[in-house]
Every structure is written in structure tokens, then in C-alpha cells.
């Protein structure tokens, strides 16, 4: 043992014996004796018996000479202990509670995978593309689901009138309430609530039902029903149709314009046909969507609340389908240079090419109204070429998220859909070419100028890639 005498104080040691306090120490002789009486508590009681020293206020007092005395606020081990337990216990029973709903919801899960298998069996393979409306029941109808027309009733400035009559006009301003205030005093300024004694509870009424029943699609949704509207009403006061069609055409072609994606599903109709999806089942792969679109409109209008015009806009809404396109433009184009409007064929032909001009005329705006279209328009088609690589359906390229990009999307659809339509058009409306037709010129130019820059960038990056590789 070494010489140097200790570093440390001697402690006094208070014993509580049946509650009566004794003081150990701290000479070497009542030391000793402390320690035999420890001892042979050891040796008396089982293996995990334990012996620990306290203070009066209960804190542990380390023997260890080189240890600090406890403070007196030190936790008290008895009732830090007690608390660990209690929670132990706590978090014992949330676990086994948790445990419950996770088997819950698999069992959930696993029955709705049995059902939409059960499903699928019975219905021959069929895919049965969300739509909101089933007709199997041929007694349902479509009801607004707000009966009172509550929403109100906005004062629209001179400017916005004017605006309103404008392709320039910005359809991204506006909330929902505002929009279907805007189709309201189209109708107003038309005329048509007037000529055909509508009551104006009952326009507010099929507003509201019309807006209810279109999908919060990324592109086909209430606003570009509303886009596709305000355009036609544009076109009505730039073309000057008020004095070459009657009040019952005007009438028809707004009409057809506000219901002409009704309940549109997002997905379009070569994805319903190769799913073979209710809709295209029904419709014998003949317009699908389009059908669906008339079939919920009239549902609409048979509403003796919503009737503000049971006259034929069937023709107007199937026009639509891109896959009449050149069917419809070539009739035009035969009429156009000896054009009647006293004749019906020329004047029913010449509804169809408007309302197609109308549903496709996002790049006759500003670039900065058109463009946030475009990618609206890319989300939904991603989203449906996704939904037919993972159910092993044709992809087409100008879908495919892997193939297509903005520009390649846009130069071929203005050159080769937008340019001719507008063009031919232009030949019965030459006002027009200003603010419509050059617009597109213009927009054509600009996704060129894109698709180059994004051509070199692809060639640098092979170039740099290659040299990389050879270094």
C-alpha cells in the first residue's frame, strides 16, 4: 500500500434502524463494524439483494470516495424507477393496440382485393373506368348537389366585359364562383335567356349542376370547359355571328361548349377502347367519351330545374372527338368558298369546325395563359400511358412520359391540326388572322426555337458523354 496519506475527508454514516437513526463512524472501529453487519446481509438474502446508502432526503450516497455527494434535488431511483415502469407499461398497451389496426387494415385491404377480383371475374375482363355516372339505372338522374344557387353574384367590370369578348382573355384569374358568374352574363348578353324566356334561377341552377360534374382532371376539368366556353363567346363578337346565325344557333353553340367534357374520366378513347372499359362497351367503340359527355348533359337538362335547353347539341358535343377531325375539316373546306348561311348543312358544318376551333384553341392565347395548358394537358396524358404500360395496353408516343417532351408535343399539333383549321376558318372570317391565326404562327415558331435548343443540348451531351468514355 502506498504512504501518502488520503486526499479525502472520512464520512459519517447515518443508519435508520426501526425508524430509530444511528450514527456509523467515522472512526476505523464503527467502520469495521458496519461493514461485518453488511456483509452478513449479503450472505443472508438472495444473490440479487442490494445495498445502497441514502441521505435523509432519500438522494443515493455513492461509497466510492472519488464520487461527488449526490445534491440534494438528485432523482430518487425508487420513484424514477416506478415512473419507467408505469410508462413501460403504457407504451406496452399502445403498441398492442396499434398492432390491432395494422391487422385490422390488412384484413380490410385483403377483403376490397377479393371484391375488385370478384369483381373483374364477373365482368369478363372489363375495366370499368372510374365515371360518376352508372346508367344501368335508367330511372337515376343528375342532380346538383347544392339546391339553392348560392353562389353570388359578382358585378363584372367594364373591363372585364370587354375582356371577356377577347381569345387574349386570361382564364387563370379566376375562382370557380367568378367563372360560373362569367357564363351567366354570357348568356344574359346573348340574348338567349331572353328568347327563350329562361327563368334565371334556373340558369344559376344548371350552371352549378354543369360545374358539379366536371372532374378535378389536370386538363379536362371546369376551367377549360369554362376556356373552351369563353372562347366560342369570343369568337360569337369577333366573327360578328349575332348577324349571321339565329339566336337558337348561338344558343346551341354555347350550350355545347359549356357540356362538352362533362364527366370527362381523364383517360381518353383509345385507352377506354383497348381497356374495354364500360363506356366503350356501351357506345359499340364509337365515341365513347363524347357519347358520355351528351348522355350526362341531357341527364342535366332533363332536370325540370336545369331545362334551359333540351334542343339537339348531340351533333356539336360528338364533333369534338379528335377522331372526326379530318372527316369534319374536309366537309368544311368544300363549303367554305360558296358558303350559305341560309343553309342548314352549311351553317351545322360550320358549328362543328367552332366548337373544334374553340376546344383546341389554348395557342391562340398568350404564351403565358397557353403554356401552363400544355403541361396540364402532358399530366394527364403521363398519367394515362402510365395506367396502359401497367396494365400492358398500347402506349401512344406522343403519351409517353420516356419519349415526349413540350416542344415535340406542341410543333406538330399547331402545324398539322391548329394552322389548317384556323386558316380555313379565316376564309369565311378574315378578322380573324390577327388575333387568331397569327397567335398560333407565332406559338409554332416558338416551340421550333425550343425543340433546337433542346437538339443541341442532346448532341453537346452525347458529345461530352462519348468523350468521357474515350478518355
Not at 500500500?1 to 464520512?11: D, E, N, W
Not at 334551359?308 to 363549303?335: C, P, V, W, Y
Request: net charge negative; proline share 5%.
Amino acid at each position: 500500500m502506498g504512504s501518502s496519506s488520503s486526499s479525502y475527508a472520512p464520512k459519517t454514516i447515518y443508519l435508520d434502524v426501526d425508524g430509530k437513526v444511528q450514527k456509523v463512524g467515522p472512526n476505523p472501529e464503527e467502520m469495521l463494524v458496519f461493514l461485518f453487519f453488511s456483509l452478513f446481509l449479503l450472505s443472508s438474502h438472495r444473490r440479487n439483494t442490494a445495498i445502497m446508502m441514502v441521505d435523509p432526503e432519500g438522494a443515493l450516497v455513492s461509497i466510492d470516495p472519488t464520487m461527488p455527494t449526490n445534491s440534494p434535488k438528485a432523482f430518487r431511483i425508487n420513484e424514477l424507477k416506478t415512473e419507467v415502469t408505469n410508462r413501460l407499461a403504457m407504451l406496452e398497451k399502445r403498441v398492442e393496440l396499434e398492432g390491432l389496426k395494422v391487422v385490422e387494415i390488412e384484413k380490410c385491404k385483403n377483403d376490397l382485393k377479393k371484391l375488385r377480383d370478384e369483381m373483374t371475374s364477373r365482368g369478363g375482363g372489363r375495366v370499368n373506368c372510374p365515371c360518376k355516372y352508372n346508367f344501368s339505372d335508367d330511372g337515376k338522374k343528375v342532380t346538383p348537389r347544392r339546391d339553392v344557387p348560392n353562389y353570388p353574384k359578382y358585378t363584372l367590370s367594364q373591363e372585364t366585359v370587354e375582356a371577356l369578348k377577347k381569345p387574349t382573355f386570361d382564364v387563370w384569374h379566376w375562382e370557380h364562383n367568378e367563372m360560373l358568374s362569367c357564363l351567366e352574363y354570357m348568356y344574359h348578353d346573348l340574348g338567349l335567356v331572353k328568347e327563350f324566356n329562361m327563368n334565371p334561377i334556373t340558369l344559376k341552377r344548371w350552371l352549378l349542376a354543369i360545374q358539379e360534374n366536371y372532374r378535378n382532371n389536370p386538363f379536362h376539368n371546369f376551367r377549360h370547359c369554362f376556356c373552351v366556353s369563353q372562347m366560342m363567346y369570343g369568337m360569337i363578337h369577333l366573327c360578328n355571328l349575332q348577324e349571321k346565325l339565329t339566336l337558337t344557333d348561338m344558343g346551341i353553340l354555347m350550350t355545347a361548349a359549356v357540356c362538352h367534357d362533362l364527366d370527362h374520366p381523364g383517360y381518353n378513347n383509345t385507352y377506354q377502347i383497348n381497356a374495354r372499359t364500360e363506356l366503350a362497351v356501351r357506345y359499340n367503340d364509337i365515341s365513347p367519351l363524347e357519347n358520355h359527355h351528351c348522355a350526362v348533359a341531357f341527364q342535366i337538362l332533363s332536370l325540370p330545374e336545369c331545362n334551359i335547353f333540351a334542343n339537339a347539341i348531340i351533333t356539336l358535343i360528338l364533333a369534338t372527338d379528335m377522331a372526326r377531325h379530318g372527316e369534319i375539316l374536309d366537309s368544311f373546306k368544300q363549303k367554305v368558298d360558296n358558303f350559305d348561311f341560309t343553309n342548314e348543312e352549311h351553317v351545322t358544318c360550320l358549328k362543328m369546325v367552332l366548337i373544334k376551333c374553340c376546344d383546341i384553341s389554348n395557342e391562340v392565347r398568350p404564351t403565358e395563359v397557353a403554356e401552363p395548358w400544355v403541361d396540364c394537358l402532358l399530366e394527364e396524358y403521363f398519367m394515362q400511358s402510365d395506367r396502359e404500360k401497367s396494365e400492358g395496353l398500347p402506349v401512344a408516343p406522343f403519351m409517353d412520359r420516356d419519349k415526349v417532351t413540350k416542344p415535340t408535343a406542341q410543333i406538330g399539333f399547331i402545324k398539322f391540326v391548329l394552322i389548317p383549321m384556323f386558316e380555313t376558318v379565316m376564309k369565311l372570317f378574315p378578322q380573324i388572322e390577327e388575333i387568331m391565326v397569327q397567335p398560333l404562327r407565332d406559338s409554332r415558331d416558338h416551340y421550333e426555337e425550343l425543340k433546337q435548343i433542346d437538339d443541341a443540348m442532346t448532341e453537346l451531351c452525347a458529345r461530352l458523354s462519348l468523350g468521357s468514355e474515350q478518355l
